[in-house]
């Protein structure tokens, strides 16, 4: 079946840093690829997605490239805030026979000033 | 912002009594989920809807029931709540499948615990 192994937290880093999470998947035929964000106290929002291969997400400095070569979606941040502190989830959801998001196990990403 | 609501936002109760927790949007979306977020497992899926009464079972879906009478609700119950889930319960909304258009949206979450 279809499933996204991540980088295991916590990850500590400081202003300005450069973060990058791993994430790896599994799965059948062609899936899209999801970067989903939780605040503290919030629900998940999505960050960025890719739908094919070598697509690149982007959004709020953060990005990350479709690779089907690897089967992988690394999330990237050149230079990280104390906002960015959060738990970052990579998903995938494989098509439009199976409706569901597949989520990895979150990667709690803490930033100090 | 979708509009997206869960009701209530905390509860504590009982082993072996029954609970309801309530999703309702207002953005019209065909599809609706319920996920379980525990340390170390991410989001799982419990059970989803693709219509008002179509639904269908994911991954943890023992323990649970649900509903969707109207397109804007879907209902989760605990038939009989166990200290096992005790979690958090989030709700998640999409309106097209396939094609690109796999983005869920999700509510602000229903904290369970279960004594």
């Known amino acids: 079946g279809d499933s996204v192994t991540q980088m295991e937290g916590p990850v500590t880093l400081s202003e300005e840093a450069f973060l990058t999470i791993n994430c790896t998947y599994t799965?059948?035929?062609?899936?899209?690829l999801f970067w989903y964000v939780q605040y503290p106290g919030e629900g998940l929002q999505l960050l960025l997605k890719a739908t094919k291969a070598d697509d690149k997400g982007s959004n709020k400095g953060f990005e990350a490239t479709y690779r089907k070569e690897t089967t992988s979606f690394h999330l990237e941040k050149g230079s990280v805030q104390v906002s960015d502190s959060a738990v970052y989830f990579c998903?995938?959801?494989?098509?439009?026979?199976?409706?569901?998001?597949?989520f990895g196990a979150g990667t709690t990403v803490t930033v100090r000033a | 912002d979708a509009g997206i609501t869960q009701s209530p936002r905390h509860k504590v109760t009982e082993t072996g009594t029954p609970v309801t927790l309530r999703c309702h949007q207002t953005?019209?979306?065909?599809?609706m989920y319920w996920y379980r977020q525990d340390p170390g497992h991410g989001l799982r899926l419990i059970h989803y809807?693709?219509?008002?009464?179509?639904?269908d079972k994911g991954e943890v879906s023992d323990g649970y029931s649900v509903s969707r009478s109207k397109t804007e609700d879907f209902l989760l119950t605990l038939e009989s709540a166990t200290s096992s889930q005790t979690s958090v319960y989030f709700c998640?909304?999409?309106?097209?499948?396939?094609?690109?258009?796999?983005?869920?949206?999700f509510g602000p979450g229903t904290r369970l615990t279960v004594t």
């Open positions: 809807s693709y219509g008002v009464k179509d639904t």
């Open positions: 953005e019209n979306h065909r599809y």
């Open positions: 998640a909304i999409s309106e097209t499948l396939g094609q690109g258009n796999d983005e869920q949206y």
């Open positions: 998903a995938l959801c494989s098509g439009s026979v199976d409706y569901k998001l597949s």
């Open positions: 799965a059948t035929g062609y899936p899209s």
